[in-house]
């Protein structure tokens, strides 16, 4: 199993200074979330070959590996022109994956398309999530003969206000891809949005499992869907959290000892965004916690 970190809150260190930081932590594996300077959000990657060059150098002396690469790219967009520059861009990416020999990447299914194209951003009502899943599929028929063509892994999650939120069709749809490359990311902090039991959803998609994101969250539906009050009523905002273990309402050895009996043996990644202000902290804690359970449901 690689263990690794999302170092999005030091993202103010440079790329050189990032793998020392991780390996401090504790951490010989970072999940690359994107930044301004490397895989930017929705924008083309701003890498060249002497930051590509700088990278590796610094990450073979802190040693430190990259376990998986994240951009985030509009490739549900319907848009076409804006789901084109996507694919455009994950390409590019996908190069750069292999120019610092990483086998991984990961995204989500993807939104719809820019707020100012004048279409609904968010994917939740029904025709926008149609026409966002057929831009997706248009992309994988593009992109996923890239990945298996290069040997590199893609692994998706289901987001909050994405065109597919929950567990369900998720799964079914990474299935139907049909890929050996393509698997999916089962993210912690969007429990509460999958569905409602930890063990049973961890068992039924161990068959396409390769990724999880560990950080804690409350449940947004709690107190009869009171635990989080939005205004106006009826407003679509999806809300969630990435905090320390503990610090909310996943339930830890569920999960964990779930993951113990299906055999999971793929990438876990600390994903806290909630503590900038302590993130070194939050780096170390999350280290020995995740540690802990992985040592107490070991088989």
Known sequence: MKIALDPFMHRHLSLE???????????DWMELSPRGDFLEWFKAPRVFPERVRAFKRALKEAGVGI??????????????????????????AIQIAVDLEVDTMNSEFGRGPHPDKGSCYCCHTGSMVETCEEAWWRSMEELVPVFEREGVNLHIEPHPEDWVETLQPAVDIIRTV????????YCAPH????????RTMLRECAD???????????????????????NPPGSAARVHQHLNIGQGEVPWDDF????????????MTA????????ADQSGRFMRQEIQRYIEQYKK
């Open 256 to 267: 964990f000892g779930t993951l113990a009996e299906i055999g999971f043996d793929g990438i």
């Open 67 to 92: 376990a998986s690469l994240l951009p985030m790219y509009r490739w549900a967009s319907n848009d076409e022109a804006e789901r084109q520059a996507a694919v455009r861009h994950w390409r590019r």
């Open 178 to 185: 049909n890929s050996p490359r393509v698997k999916f990311l």
């Open 208 to 230: 396409v499992l390769a990724h999880v994101h560990v950080g804690d969250t409350f449940n947004h539906k709690g107190s009869s869907g009171l635990r989080y009050i939005v």
């Open 271 to 278: 994903c806290v965004f909630a503590w900038e202000e302590k």
């Open 191 to 198: 429990t509460f949005y999958f569905g409602d039991d930890t």
């Open 17 to 27: 200074e990032l793998p020392f930081k991780v390996k401090e932590l504790g951490y």
